[in-house]
């Protein structure tokens, strides 16, 4: 499995980019934005830190307790925050929010914990983009407390999802595949 180097990442831009920031720029908001602020990124990884874990409200807890297996959606939120943050990047511009996209699997995946709540110090959630193209990225992702690594794993994001399902022609001189 290929994981985030823990070593720093040297921020690329100075602005304070806040839970505000990210609910703004996520498709999630309210309780489900689950990360309070970026702590540095670049072209590709990013790292985030969370204290949502211990909100006993936090909507993804089941039965009061929060499953180590929740990490995955904080990676998720991280790798949507990186996707905003190159599109500014490369636009030049400030979007509104990322491209539509949806995760279409993870793998890997280790915990190393049962649970997430019961970690009093906050989150840090590296994600690192390891592949892709226009239509989709891959990326390797790791849930610290600490030092300690609780999760970790891959996660593929298919862009543009509301693209998806939509038939794509053969190129030219080729028959149709189906």
């Known amino acids: 499995m290929t994981t985030p180097a823990s070593t720093p990442m040297p921020?690329?831009?100075t602005a304070t980019l806040d839970r505000a920031w990210i609910a703004?720029?996520?498709p999630h908001d309210g309780a489900m934005c689950l990360l309070d602020r970026v702590e540095a990124w670049d072209a590709a990884r990013i790292r985030c830190s969370a204290t949502s874990h211990r909100d006993p409200h936090n909507p993804l807890?089941?039965?009061g307790r929060?499953?180590?297996v929740c990490g995955i959606e904080y990676a998720a939120q991280a790798m949507a925050v990186h996707g905003a943050l190159v599109g500014t990047q490369h636009a030049q511009t400030e979007p509104a929010r990322p491209r539509a996209g949806y995760l279409a699997s993870?793998?890997?995946v280790d915990a190393f914990v049962?649970?997430?709540?019961?970690f009093e110090l906050?989150?840090?959630v590296d994600a690192e983009r390891i592949?892709?193209?226009d239509r989709s990225v891959l990326y390797g992702f790791t849930l610290r407390c600490g030092e300690r690594v609780l999760l970790g794993g891959r996660a593929a994001v298919m862009l543009d999802a509301s693209a998806a399902g939509v038939p794509v022609p053969p190129p030219a001189g080729r028959a149709d595949p189906r």
């Open 24 to 26: 703004a720029h996520i």
């Open 131 to 133: 592949g892709g193209d």
């Open 122 to 124: 906050p989150l840090t």
């Open 114 to 118: 049962d649970r997430l709540d019961t």
């Open 66 to 68: 929060l499953a180590s």
């Open 11 to 13: 921020a690329l831009t």
């Open 106 to 108: 993870v793998r890997n």
């Open 61 to 63: 807890r089941s039965r």
